[in-house]
């Protein structure tokens, strides 16, 4: 689509369980203006600030009575006509407990709630595809929370046929499911779905290929002999961004990942494996992961910087051919850069990063955070199939 969609007329928006406002990286090059924001955590609140200044951000548990009262009238005073809520997911993640009592996983009731007394134009409800397995108490009865929202909501809004998409499917350089609710007035009269999917797929090579290699940077300071190239790989990585630097990992664990081949498990092989005093230990498969340069980035987690997590380690390029594979050595062995995860999560690679925040938490809240391009395809879906643009 044209980058030049927009809303003719402005529409004001309420943003709740903002995060850092990820999802609205994007949502004033359309016409949406976000005006009232909620979020629980102070340094969130505070990164949000420092991103969107002119928003009412409003600090607090939505659970609590007056922090909700709050944000629904500073909604109402504004004149708020879209929803955005993404409630937090981790009662329900594939990388979670999938513990159906989690108290996070009841969080919906108060979203439904919001929209129900703010009866916007406009919703976007955007979770993991587990929560359609997910069920919550309503009515004395457990079901499942699209149940719940359909029978809240469905007198009043028209919902989307497809909910469970894909961000590679719309030119997000990364593979991440979500199940997102569109729903529209039914007053407007409007079909809003998410739009074609893109043709073509876009890979790691596609996305990061052309950055310069980084040499991890080692824990272990009486190992860093073995990367003689650090410090000018270093630099050659600020060239492109402050961000593209090195996380810090420990000498056995890079070790490990030298010898593993792009798309592959350390755990796969033979020798530098993953072991513990000596013995091998195991883990689920996709961890000490490298990922596949022919594939977009598996899903981005908030522990995107550990390589003992779930697939987080550069696809590597391989640099020692060897015979075997003590002389089989692959570059980049290490966890992405923040400069990679921006490309990959589809946020401006001048992303304005506040100075305080540290590397735990820029790496949590986008791996938190839905990608923004995915949002913005939505809407530009919206503004066109509603003709919102004449």
């Not at 955070?369 to 919102?388: K, N, T």
Request: proline letters at 6%; aromatic letters at 10%; hydrophobic letters at 35%.
């Amino acid at each position: 689509m044209s980058n030049d969609i927009k809303f003719k007329e402005k529409i004001k928006a309420l943003s709740l369980f903002a995060n850092v406002g990820i999802s609205e990286t994007y949502l004033q090059d359309l016409g949406v203006d976000v005006v009232v924001a909620n979020e629980l955590l102070e340094e969130r609140c505070r990164f949000y600030n420092h991103l969107y200044p002119s928003v009412n951000m409003i600090q607090g548990d939505i659970t609590d009575e007056n922090v909700f009262e709050n944000v629904i009238g500073a909604a109402k005073d504004a004149g708020v006509e879209m929803v955005i809520a993404t409630p937090p997911c981790q009662g329900m993640s594939c990388a979670g407990r999938k513990d159906p009592l989690d108290p996070r996983n009841f969080l919906i009731y108060y979203a439904v709630e919001a929209i129900k007394r703010l009866k916007p134009r406009f919703v976007i409800i955007e979770n993991v595809p587990m929560q359609q397995h997910t069920q919550i108490l309503y009515m004395d009865n457990y079901v499942f929370i699209p149940q719940y929202v359909e029978n809240e909501l469905g007198e009043y809004y028209n919902f989307n046929k497809t909910r469970v998409v894909n961000a590679m499917d719309y030119g997000v350089p990364q593979s991440r499911q979500r199940y997102i609710y569109l729903l529209s007035k039914k007053s407007e009269n409007v079909a809003w779905e998410f739009p074609v999917k893109n043709e073509k797929i876009i890979t790691l090579q596609d996305a990061i290929g052309h950055l310069p290699s980084l040499d991890p940077d080692l824990r272990d300071k009486y190992e860093r002999w073995r990367f003689p190239d650090f410090e000018k790989k270093k630099a050659e990585g600020l060239k492109i961004s402050k961000w593209h630097i090195p996380p810090v990992h420990s000498w056995k664990q890079v070790e490990w990942m030298m010898h593993t081949p792009s798309g592959t498990s350390a755990f796969k092989n033979d020798i530098y494996y993953p072991m513990t005093k000596g013995r091998r230990i195991k883990g689920a498969p996709r961890t000490y992961m490298r990922m596949d340069w022919n594939k977009p980035a598996t899903t981005i987690m908030q522990n995107s910087g550990v390589i003992s997590a779930f697939s987080t380690v550069h696809p590597g390029r391989l640099i020692s051919q060897g015979t075997d594979e003590h002389t089989r050595i692959y570059s980049d062995a290490r966890a992405l850069s923040i400069y990679e995860l921006l490309i990959l999560s589809s946020l401006p690679t001048d992303w304005n990063i506040p100075e305080w925040a540290d590397d735990v938490l820029i790496r949590k809240v986008i791996g938190e955070g839905i990608p923004p391009l995915l949002i913005r395809r939505a809407i530009e879906s919206l503004i066109v199939g509603g003709s919102y643009d004449r």
